[in-house]
């Protein structure tokens, strides 16, 4: 996975929490009957608000300008939706034939580029059944997983993968996949993957081999680190000098 320096931005963009809060204590001690004067300091909070919107908060909280906007704040936080970008279909073999019924991995990097993190339980799944499926016959059972993802916060990004089986029959095999929240509700840029299933497809090959150096170049980086570990740091021999005799 990778993230952005949230640190930095931070600081240069208060969170909405922040900033609510800022405007709440601005007007807590605001004392004044006239409503177009309420309501110019209502549209102050933000540059989409209009004299409707400005009119039925304040409306709806008895002209009580701190109350008006709490109100609106509360409901832009529950209207806020997720949101997905696909920065780039990252699949080990990409553009290759596969054979049939084999296993394969496709994976993608996506990108938060909505206002909200990710919730917890967000997942990736099939939007619909393989085009190649015909209609008679049940959905293949991987349709049913689902592919969870991790909490992302705005601007971050994340490698995600999923796995499938191709059809039995050769030609064209195309999924569609999305993100939804955990209640279901899909969101974001839709996922197209088109494989051509043949008999001389090498695309199962090719991943078996990246996923083998993976694992051969993990193993190696443990086994150093193990070692180090093992013998600790470095002994200074009798024959050395030390500090003392090399600078007085």
Known sequence: MEYTDQEANANANPLPDDIEQNFLTQFSSMVTTDKDELIRHFQSIGENVNLTTATFFLDMTNWNLQAAVGCYFDYMAQSRQPSMRLLNDITVGKGEKITPNTAVKLTWLLQNNGEISWPSGTYVALLRNPSTMPEDLAPPTYEDLKHYVPTVVPD????????????????????????????????????????EVSQDGTMAVTQQYASMQENASNETALALQNAAS???????????????EMWG
Not at 173 to 181: A, G, I, L, R, S
Not at 233 to 244: A, H, K, L, N
């Open 156 to 195: 971050d990004s994340v490698v995600v993968s999923v796995q499938l089986v191709t059809p039995a029959t050769e030609g064209l095999f195309e999924t569609v996949w999305c993100m939804y929240t955990p209640s279901g509700t899909s969101f974001g840029d839709k996922i197209i993957n088109l494989l």
């Open 230 to 244: 093992v013998a600790g740091p470095p002994q200074q021999t009798s024959g050395d000098p030390d500090d003392s």
